[in-house]
């Protein structure tokens, strides 16, 4: 069974350009979660996302967006981007809440490595 | 500050020491999950406690979740430098529809 998969594996953008990343979760999977990851820190939640909405929100400015699409499929978008975007962006998946014991077990995908220069 | 504390933040030892890292919280929780990350790759599930008391053991690495269900720790013996890594707790939120929430982390260094 195929893994949560990310693209791309790396991103080089300057200061004030947009940035999409893209996530495919593990098939079965409808939440998908975003997290950003400076060097040498721990994770930071950026958002959930489940059955294409959006479920949760971690502190992050607006220009921090995205979405899910049918497929479960989701996009983060940076807009604006700075300095400090510079980060390993996660993504994971999970099984539906609703299924007995998933535990909201997450699944990672390798990340997509973002420099903003 | 954190829901979910870890300690210690750094670890350094050599091969064949034994290390504990702990997870604390004033919260109580249906289930703990520990995540191991090694360097430019994303966090792996380890393993989910769920009952008060619970100890679960994988080869050398031996988690328990404390009575209350509030805590919980993971016990590597006779470490070895694959066992190098980023260790995470994470535990869901009921009030924030089971968002999972993440520890800050325990960085642990095995030196050969």
């Known amino acids: 069974e195929a893994g949560v998969t990310q693209s791309p594996t790396h991103l080089i953008k300057t200061r004030g350009q947009q940035a999409t990343l893209r996530c495919s979760p593990i098939?079965?999977?409808?939440?998908v979660y975003w997290y950003q990851q400076a060097l040498g820190l721990g994770l930071q939640f950026l958002l959930w996302?489940?059955?294409?909405?959006?479920?949760n929100r971690g502190n992050f400015p607006p220009r921090f967006s995205g979405r899910q699409f049918p497929n479960y499929s989701s996009e983060l978008n940076v807009n604006a981007l700075e300095l400090e975007d510079s980060a390993l962006y996660l993504c994971?998946?999970?099984?539906?809440?609703?299924?007995?014991?998933?535990?909201?077990?997450?699944?990672f995908g390798p990340g997509t490595r973002l420099t903003v220069l | 500050t954190q829901l979910l504390e870890q300690s210690p933040q750094f670890l350094s030892i050599q091969e064949g020491e034994n290390l504990t890292v702990y997870c604390n919280s004033s919260?109580?929780?249906?289930?703990l999950q520990w995540y191991r990350q090694e360097p430019g790759e994303g966090p792996v599930l380890l393993v989910t406690?769920?009952?008060?008391?619970e100890v679960k053991k994988l080869k050398r690495l031996t988690f328990q979740f404390g009575d209350a269900r509030k805590d919980s720790s993971l016990h590597i013996t006779a470490a070895q430098p694959g066992d190098t890594g980023l260790y995470l707790c994470a535990a869901p939120i009921k009030a924030a529809g089971n968002k999972l929430t993440f520890g800050g982390g325990t960085r642990v260094l095995v030196k050969p």
């Open positions: 919260s109580v929780f249906s289930s």
């Open positions: 996302y489940d059955e294409g909405e959006e479920r």
């Open positions: 994971a998946s999970s099984l539906p809440s609703f299924i007995p014991g998933s535990y909201n077990e997450q699944f």
């Open positions: 098939s079965g999977h409808t939440s």
């Open positions: 406690v769920v009952t008060g008391g």
